[in-house]
């Protein structure tokens, strides 16, 4: 960990996700090693047993399956202690229903932040926010731990999980494919082709059968 040296910055896509050993609801947790070769969710909220991180673990938790299908790991943390994390996961278990969801376990690891060296590590802090808690920070981090993209939300504003699965399908999809995703796109629409690096790329494109060009710098095709 190096968050106390003058060299410390922000975390920025394309770096190495930075190393931690932490305490979880799941027990300890050497991140990113323990998840080599899966994609991997790390978010924070900014504290247990608060409405809208309430929400916000159920809308997570009923996603479970399906980021497991994605190859992906969700790793939660706040600035809380052990016994928190898990009185409130026990709380939503046994007490919550929210949306017509009930009963919900709660089954990725939250981890213990409370010397908040990892929320500081990842820039998790933003002190116009708030001093004393984690603002809602996403960092996805693909399966050679390099960092992929990066979310962050207010407070007072609970994410979009339907968003935050379209990240990893479009990164999954561009690494697969070598292409890019356009504006809106969603899994199963057209994707573009990364823009032409000669003159002669440029010329031979707008030939290729499969594509359509807009212009030369802009075709899509459809995935097989
Ligand atoms: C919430 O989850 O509702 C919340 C937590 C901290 C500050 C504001 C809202």
Redesign the pocket.
């Given at each position: 960990m190096e968050n106390s040296n003058n060299n410390w910055r922000m975390p920025r896509i394309g770096d190495q996700a930075p190393e931690f050993r932490a305490m979880t609801t799941k027990g300890k947790l050497n991140f990113p090693g323990d998840y080599k070769g899966y994609w991997k969710i790390l978010f924070s909220?900014?504290?247990d047993f608060?409405?809208?991180?309430?929400t916000?673990f159920i809308a997570f938790a009923k996603m479970q399956e399906e980021f497991d299908k994605l190859n992906t790991k969700l790793v939660g943390l706040s600035v809380d202690s052990l016994s928190s994390h898990i009185a409130w996961v026990r709380n939503i278990k046994e007490k919550i229903e929210w949306e017509g969801n009930k009963n919900v376990d709660i089954d990725f690891p939250i981890v213990v932040d409370l010397s908040k060296n990892v929320s500081t590590l990842y820039g998790m802090i933003m002190p116009g926010e708030?001093n004393n808690?984690c603002v809602r920070a996403v960092f996805f981090i693909d399966p050679t731990d390099k960092i992929r993209a990066i979310i962050y939300y207010p407070?007072?504003l609970g994410r979009n999980f339907d968003e935050i699965k379209r990240v990893i399908i479009g990164l999954q999809t561009a690494d697969a494919h070598d292409v890019a995703m356009p504006a809106n796109w969603q899994p199963g629409k057209d994707v573009v082709l990364h823009y032409p690096i000669t003159t002669d790329e440029a010329v031979a494109r707008t030939a290729e059968e499969g594509l359509t060009c807009h212009e030369w710098y802009l075709c899509s095709k459809k995935l097989q």
């Open positions: 909220h900014p504290a608060t409405p809208v991180c309430t916000e708030s808690a407070l007072v």
